[in-house]
């Protein structure tokens, strides 16, 4: 099913001009060798352009439609036309003089049986070139004399001959595609993507892009040892592909990688989305509604468009129309050694995965104080609440990550890590940020828990509530109130200090803390006093006079929300005292 998205995808892409047909790939080229008639180099000019990478200007390759690369890992291959300078000009920064022989040897044979019938002048061009060009004299060349050091260093090359790129000659475009459809040599097979019979192709093309992937690239379907095949069958013959739909896949998914601006790294996965139809406004705004992905929309009005989505309704976006019918997939990728692992695909709907992420944003919402810039929590910030900000590595668990993506997705129960990373964090940290609070919040309304009701589960203070483990969270907020009004400015609270003994056993730290509450009281005015009193009151009434020895994980939980909507509340408070 991967597969046949992909391959789907990829015509989707050709019908906009965005890919070639088959033979034909975007290749990243940072140099144009020029060639006259005889085939000597007159200069190199640099293809490199300038484009915003994080805030910063950086150089970068140009991306050509060229033949499409060979798959080559430790053995000599050629590229047709266009190639690293180990090839092109037998000389590189590698130390092995005899291999790059051997590289520029294996380039000039693939143009002679391609080119040598041709006869345009570019191909007599560059086949001058081969004959001509000596690899021992590379680095003494005048043209390379400026740029040496980068062009040796393994970028692409590429030619071009009286004022044009040798690969748009007509002629030789017939030729490498004449070479190209005749290259299938494997067995008749019935393709497992197309579902016709032909040559099945033994080795794939490489995926590149995958973070933590070797950068030369790795295989989404591989075969390298005896116990992974079958009836006798080597490689990828296990799977059997035909050369169209490998082509097909591997262009669609190298497509996807490079377009970085969509895609995500979550945990240790690469997550790439598509739209059936391959208009690119669908991952757009479904990376703004899960992501954060900054827009030119205002809150207000992403809020109205996913409403109308979840409903059914097409909507209207960077002057495109989004239907939520429209099929959208969701593929996550993580290396494996020169292979790719599949974390997760995803198909469905988009309006459903608008509808999935909707869902989950409000079991999310929360009371946040004034100073919070985050009006809904998009998934970076909720992983990242999972993670020592202080640490040297900030990146959240691998698996952890993933697992809450897919869960949030397709709206399913979040993963047991989460919570876990969650109040690991508050263990540590004595510290309950929004994002903690609504992460538990939203964890015990997707995973219902006898021992967390409902009724904490509120985006603000429930004063009716009448739950034991939540009263406590409430009253430890308001005893640690008393204690910092009582002493302006102390560094440290009775939070630092107790606040994990407290939401674990309340009946060995509860009394010790109301003593000295009560010491507290004393020197404060009448009138705040007065206040406090009331509410520890009002508190341990509903405790039945009598604290618990110990609260379980989940009661921890309700004890920690309880802790945050007082503290919430007491805030909010003072903020519309300062704001009379």
């Known amino acids: ?37 005889a ?25 050509m439609s060229l033949p499409a690369p060979v798959k080559r890992s430790s053995g000599i291959a ?9 090839y092109i000009l037998g000389a590189d920064e590698k130390g092995k003089p005899q291999r790059s022989a051997a590289c520029f040897a294996a380039c000039k044979a693939l143009h002679y049986r391609l080119l040598d019938g041709v006869g345009t002048p570019a191909a007599q061009a560059v086949l001058a070139f081969f004959d001509h060009w000596d690899p021992s004299r590379a680095r003494e060349h005048p043209a390379l004399a400026d740029k040496l050091e980068d062009i040796l260093g393994g970028v692409n090359l590429v030619f071009r001959y009286d004022g044009a790129f040798v690969q748009k000659d007509p002629r030789i475009q017939a030729a490498w595609q004449d070479a190209y459809d005749a290259g299938g040599d494997g067995p008749e097979l019935v393709c497992l993507v197309t579902g016709k019979k032909g040559a099945a192709e033994p080795v794939h093309p490489s995926i590149k892009g995958v973070a933590g992937a070797q950068s030369s690239g790795a295989a989404l379907v591989s075969f390298n040892a005896p116990a992974f095949c079958s009836y006798g069958r080597e490689q990828n013959l296990n799977a059997p592909t035909s050369k169209y739909a490998s082509f097909a896949y591997t262009s669609a998914l190298n497509h996807l990688l490079a377009d970085r601006e969509y895609v995500q790294k979550i945990g240790g996965a690469t997550v ?54 429209t099929t959208f997939y969701i593929l996550g990728l993580s290396p494996n050694a020169a292979r790719l692992s599949v974390r997760f695909f995803l198909k469905d709907s988009f309006g459903a995965f608008v509808k999935n992420v909707q869902t989950h944003q409000e079991r999310l919402e929360i009371v946040r104080p004034s100073f919070d810039k985050f009006g809904t929590l998009p998934l970076w910030k909720l992983l990242d609440e999972t993670v020592n900000q202080n640490s040297r590595d900030k990146s959240p668990a691998p698996g952890m990550a993933g697992e809450a993506l897919r869960a949030i997705l397709t709206d399913m129960c979040y993963p047991a890590t989460l919570l876990n990373g969650t109040v690991l964090r508050i263990r540590a940290e004595r510290e309950i940020t929004p994002g903690r609070a609504a ?66 056993t309340p009946s060995r730290v509860f009394p010790t803390l109301i003593n000295l509450a009560q010491k507290h009281l004393r020197r404060l005015d009448r009138g705040l006093s007065i206040s406090y009193n009331r509410q520890l009151t009002e508190l341990t009434a509903k405790l039945e006079d009598a604290f618990p020895d110990r609260l379980s994980l989940p009661q921890q939980g309700a004890f920690q929300l309880g802790y945050y909507h007082q503290t919430q509340a007491r805030y909010t408070k003072k903020e519309e005292k300062e704001h009379v």
């Not at 890919?19 to 140099?31: M, T």
């Not at 050629?78 to 180990?86: G, K």
């Not at 939203?442 to 985006?459: C, F, G, I, M, Q």
């Open 272 to 325: 790439l989305f598509w739209a059936a139809g391959g208009k690119q406004s669908y991952q757009s705004f479904l990376l703004s509604s899960l992501f954060g992905v900054p827009t030119s929309y205002s809150a207000g009005d992403l809020q109205k468009m996913t409403r109308d989505l979840c409903h059914g309704n097409p909507v209207e976006f960077e002057e495109e129309r989004l239907d939520p019918g």
């Open 439 to 504: 992460i538990l919040k939203a964890y015990y309304l997707k995973n219902p828990h006898p021992d967390v009701p409902k009724e904490v589960l509120t985006v603000s203070l429930n004063p009716e509530s009448t739950n034991i483990p939540y009263t406590l969270g409430r009253l430890f907020s308001v005893l640690e109130a008393i204690q910092s009004s009582a002493n302006p400015g102390i560094n440290a609270t009775i939070k630092d200090k107790y606040f994990n003994s407290a939401s674990a």
């Open 1 to 37: 099913m991967i597969l046949q998205a992909l391959a789907e995808h990829y015509e989707d892409l050709v019908t906009q001009g965005k890919l070639s047909r088959p033979g034909w790939s975007g290749s990243k080229i940072s140099y144009a060798l020029y060639i006259n008639a």
């Open 78 to 86: 050629s590229n047709f036309l266009w190639d690293n300078s180990s």
């Open 39 to 63: 085939g000597e180099l007159k200069q190199a000019v640099s293809l490199k352009t300038e484009e915003d990478r994080g805030g910063k200007k950086a150089l970068v390759p140009q991306s």
